[in-house]
């Protein structure tokens, strides 16, 4: 099968790769459409010291199931939770499945990604994609989900003053989110048309180098990929108040993280969040994502869809199989 696979720091189109075999509890996705995202670039500059296929963010449709009870998957159109658990271990048993002890993470962590023609994934980390929405749709379900993992973490009010740092694609999607649980968020970015996207959905921007740092924000959230938000999000942030990292970087400049100390600030990781909250905001077409896709690129011209998801203007850049 084709696949574009990272290894010896470089990233090679492959048309003979073996094709995956499906244990006897995970399902073949026989793969329709994958988004890029900042984690895949990010990998390719050392982030997770990850070999193998790239992609986690797909759509298509299960074509193999590796034992009877996966046979009710097929040929249903699905996407897939990233996390590979055990079920077994202390983390899985306290409902902290994301954080398995023994977990691999497609396409990041000890398990081949969506980029290819096939992808095997456990049978329950499927969701099945209403009639209704799209392919191009579909494909957000996953950081549709990281973004509302932002209020699951964090309880969002009218009256809080939350800023977003970053106006990519997952910074959009975080405004979005904010919005929908009555929050009026500012975005702060660099990039007129990404922020314009912003504005048309009546959230409020502030280029990055108008901005004032303050230290009065109740909540701000970090979606740069940057190893230099922290240190803005820093400068924002009231005492006490929260940092919400959903940035996932190669390691930066050394930084001086005094002020989290000194002002008693809460720092929060943040990733995965609620499939099935993603599917079925974007079902009822709460959040915008259409606006979101700059282009779209026949598997053959991957490497160029690497490359042009790198560009500072582009938002999602997507691969059709």
Same mark, same amino acid.
Not at 174 to 181: A, D, R, T
Not at 213 to 220: E, G, Q, S
């Given at each position: 099968? *084709?696949?574009?696979?990272?290894?010896?720091?470089?990233?090679?189109?492959?048309? +003979? #790769?073996?094709?995956?075999?499906?244990?006897?509890? !995970?399902?073949?996705?026989?793969?329709?459409?994958?988004?890029?995202? %900042?984690?895949?670039? !990010?990998?390719? %500059?050392?982030?997770?010291?990850?070999?193998?296929?790239?992609?986690?963010?797909?759509?298509?449709?299960?074509?193999?199931?590796?034992?009877?009870?996966?046979?009710?998957?097929?040929? #249903?159109?699905?996407?897939?939770?990233?996390?590979?658990?055990?079920?077994?271990?202390?983390?899985?048993?306290?409902g902290?499945?994301?954080?398995?002890?023994? #977990?691999?993470?497609?396409?990041?962590?000890?398990?081949?990604?969506?980029?290819?023609?096939?992808?095997?994934?456990?049978?329950?980390?499927?969701?099945?994609?209403?009639?209704?929405?799209?392919?191009?749709?579909?494909?957000?379900? !996953?950081?549709?989900?990281?973004?509302?993992?932002?209020?699951?973490?964090v309880?969002?009010?009218?009256?809080?003053?939350?800023?977003?740092?970053?106006?990519? %694609?997952?910074?959009?999607?975080?405004?979005?989110?904010?919005?929908?649980?009555?929050?009026?968020?500012?975005?702060?970015? *660099?990039?007129?048309?990404?922020?314009?996207?912003?504005?048309? #959905?009546?959230?409020?921007v502030?280029?990055? !180098?108008?901005?004032?740092?303050?230290?009065?924000?109740?909540?701000?959230?970090?979606?740069?990929?940057?190893?230099?938000?922290?240190?803005? &999000?820093?400068?924002?942030?009231?005492?006490?108040?929260?940092?919400?990292?959903?940035?996932?970087?190669? &390691?930066?400049?050394?930084?001086?993280?005094?002020p989290?100390?000194?002002?008693?600030?809460?720092?929060?990781?943040?990733?995965?969040?609620?499939?099935?909250?993603?599917?079925?905001?974007?079902?009822?077409?709460?959040v915008?994502?259409?606006?979101?896709?700059?282009?779209?690129?026949?598997? +053959?011209?991957?490497?160029?869809?690497?490359?042009?998801?790198? +560009?500072?203007?582009?938002l *999602?850049?997507?691969?059709?199989?």
């Amino acid at each position: 099968m *084709k696949a574009l696979v990272f290894r010896d720091n470089q990233l090679s189109v492959i048309n +003979d #790769r073996p094709e995956p075999q499906p244990a006897a509890d !995970e399902v073949v996705i026989d793969v329709r459409l994958a988004g890029i995202c %900042r984690t895949h670039i !990010e990998i390719t %500059r050392g982030y997770m010291s990850f070999e193998g296929v790239l992609g986690h963010e797909c759509v298509g449709v299960v074509s193999r199931a590796g034992g009877a009870a996966g046979k009710k998957w097929l040929d #249903r159109r699905v996407v897939c939770e990233i996390n590979c658990v055990c079920g077994k271990c202390d983390m899985c048993l306290t409902g902290l499945r994301n954080h398995c002890r023994q #977990r691999t993470v497609i396409g990041i962590s000890g398990r081949d990604g969506a980029f290819a023609d096939y992808i095997v994934v456990p049978q329950r980390n499927c969701h099945r994609v209403p009639e209704t929405m799209s392919d191009e749709e579909a494909v957000f379900v !996953e950081p549709l989900a990281a973004a509302i993992q932002v209020v699951k973490q964090v309880p969002v009010d009218s009256r809080m003053k939350v800023t977003v740092l970053g106006d990519g %694609r997952l910074g959009l999607l975080v405004g979005q989110v904010l919005q929908s649980v009555g929050c009026s968020p500012r975005l702060v970015g *660099k990039h007129p048309k990404k922020m314009a996207f912003a504005e048309k #959905r009546s959230i409020r921007v502030v280029p990055l !180098e108008d901005l004032k740092p303050a230290n009065t924000d109740d909540l701000v959230v970090d979606c740069t990929g940057s190893p230099k938000g922290l240190e803005t &999000a820093m400068q924002l942030v009231r005492p006490r108040g929260i940092i919400m990292l959903k940035s996932t970087c190669a &390691a930066g400049e050394p930084l001086n993280l005094s002020p989290l100390v000194i002002n008693e600030v809460h720092l929060i990781g943040s990733r995965c969040g609620p499939f099935l909250e993603a599917i079925e905001m974007l079902a009822k077409k709460e959040v915008n994502v259409s606006g979101l896709i700059s282009r779209r690129f026949k598997f +053959d011209r991957s490497l160029d869809a690497i490359r042009a998801a790198g +560009d500072h203007d582009s938002l *999602k850049i997507l691969l059709a199989m």
